[in-house]
């Protein structure tokens, strides 16, 4: 239940980790010139806005549910139709955004095989498993963070 201990702990932590990827996805473009036009750009513009839907949907997750679930437990528990129907779309848009990202670093030959597991963890950021931003935000730190961020201190 969205009320416990818990559950809201893991939705901050969630919110955060989608915090911190959309302000570093922000900055990217800055040093990464091959997503400021044409494909990469377009690539960023759905990355980023998958992660900001998603980062929205966690931010009602911990700042509306709970005080929903006082007034009325059964939306919260059976869902409300609209807002299942909009994380689904949200984490769709994330996960295409992102699988597009790495491959316009991959096509620009900035990112190897991690390009690929960030491939791989936008795939799993649309599934239906718990905690599906978890691989992707371990992805995005290695293939962006780490990666880059080496090549471009080299």
Same mark, same amino acid.
């Given at each position: 239940?969205?009320?416990?201990?818990? &559950? /809201? *702990? @893991?939705?901050? +932590?969630?919110?955060?980790?989608?915090?911190?990827?959309?302000?570093?996805?922000? =900055? !990217?473009? %800055?040093?990464?010139?091959?997503?400021?036009?044409?494909?990469?750009?377009?690539?960023?513009?759905?990355?980023?806005?998958?992660?900001?839907?998603?980062?929205?949907?966690?931010?009602?997750?911990?700042?509306?549910?709970?005080?929903?679930?006082?007034?009325?437990?059964?939306?919260?528990?059976? &869902? /409300? *139709? @609209?807002?299942? +129907?909009?994380?689904?779309?949200?984490?769709?848009?994330?996960?295409?955004?992102? =699988? !597009?990202? %790495?491959?316009?670093?991959?096509?620009?030959?900035?990112?190897?095989?991690?390009?690929?597991?960030?491939?791989?963890?936008?795939?799993?950021?649309?599934?239906?498993?718990?905690?599906?931003?978890?691989?992707?935000?371990?992805?995005?730190?290695?293939?962006?963070?780490?990666?880059?961020?080496?090549?471009?201190?080299?």
């Amino acid at each position: 239940m969205v009320t416990n201990g818990l &559950g /809201i *702990a @893991s939705n901050v +932590a969630a919110l955060a980790a989608l915090i911190a990827m959309a302000v570093g996805l922000a =900055a !990217l473009p %800055a040093q990464v010139q091959a997503l400021r036009h044409g494909f990469g750009r377009l690539a960023w513009i759905v990355g980023e806005l998958g992660t900001i839907l998603v980062a929205g949907g966690y931010w009602s997750s911990v700042f509306v549910q709970p005080g929903l679930a006082h007034v009325d437990p059964r939306a919260v528990s059976d &869902g /409300i *139709a @609209s807002v299942t +129907a909009g994380f689904v779309v949200s984490y769709m848009v994330m996960g295409l955004g992102w =699988a !597009l990202i %790495a491959i316009s670093l991959l096509r620009a030959k900035l990112i190897g095989v991690s390009g690929w597991f960030l491939i791989l963890a936008s795939v799993i950021a649309i599934s239906p498993a718990p905690m599906r931003y978890l691989p992707l935000a371990i992805a995005v730190t290695v293939a962006c963070g780490f990666r880059l961020g080496r090549r471009r201190s080299a």
